[in-house]
């Protein structure tokens, strides 16, 4: 488990650029923008391949980091970051949207594959290992097979209501991650309804 002497890096996957703004895709995006608005951590610096700031949580180093690059290719960005800046795998969490959980639910896993997730797969291939923190935050599957444009629609008015609640979700199950480690974080938010 990451000790309180532990450099923290939060990765919220996503696609760059304003078509992609707000989409299913991009749940990790407005986790990372709201935890960094929420402690004050401009992401104004940009180089491998993302945009991040640093800052502090309770004394606690966090660097927030949103990959530039696309989905698929994500594990450049973070590989890059936890390199240069001495992150272990123990201080990673990757924040993503997922298909298998009901829109607006978040679970958070302690390690595993990539769940079919183009951009958990660049990190693991990246990193040499599925040994970090996951915070999933459901989008659903949609009825029709398409998944490709369902990931990339944009929210309907429904889930823009639930959306106002779990990205503010997303971001305190972040910092009890941090603060207290992912055991308390799932104890406390996996499986809870929106």
């Keep these: 488990m990451a ?7 939060v990765a919220g996957l996503g696609n760059p650029g304003s078509e992609y703004a707000n989409t299913r895709h991009n749940m990790g ?9 929420r402690l004050e951590i401009p992401l104004s610096r940009q180089r491998f391949d993302a945009k991040f700031g640093h800052g502090f ?5 966090i660097t927030i980091a949103k990959p530039t690059t696309y989905m698929n290719l994500s594990g450049r960005a973070v590989a890059g ?24 639910q978040i679970k958070i896993k302690e390690k ?17 290992g599925g040994d970090f923190v996951r915070l999933r ?5 949609p009825e029709q ?14 889930e823009k209501e639930i959306l106002d609640k779990v990205i503010p979700l997303a971001a305190t199950a972040l910092e009890t991650i941090i603060l207290q480690g992912p055991t308390a974080g799932m104890n406390q938010f996996n499986n809870k309804p929106i």
């Design 57 to 61: 949580l309770a004394g606690r180093k």
């Design 137 to 141: 935050i459901g989008i659903g599957r």
């Design 145 to 158: 097979k398409d998944v490709t444009n369902f990931v990339l629609g944009r929210f309907d008015l429904q």
């Design 112 to 128: 595993g594959g990539d769940g079919g997730h183009k951009g958990v797969k660049s990190i693991i291939s990246s990193i040499g």
């Design 81 to 104: 970051i936890m390199q240069y800046f001495g992150i272990e795998a123990n201080g990673l969490i990757v924040v993503h949207d997922d298909l298998d959980l009901v829109f607006g």
């Design 3 to 9: 000790g309180s002497g532990t450099h923290f890096l």
């Design 29 to 37: 995006f407005l986790a990372a923008d709201e935890l960094a608005g």
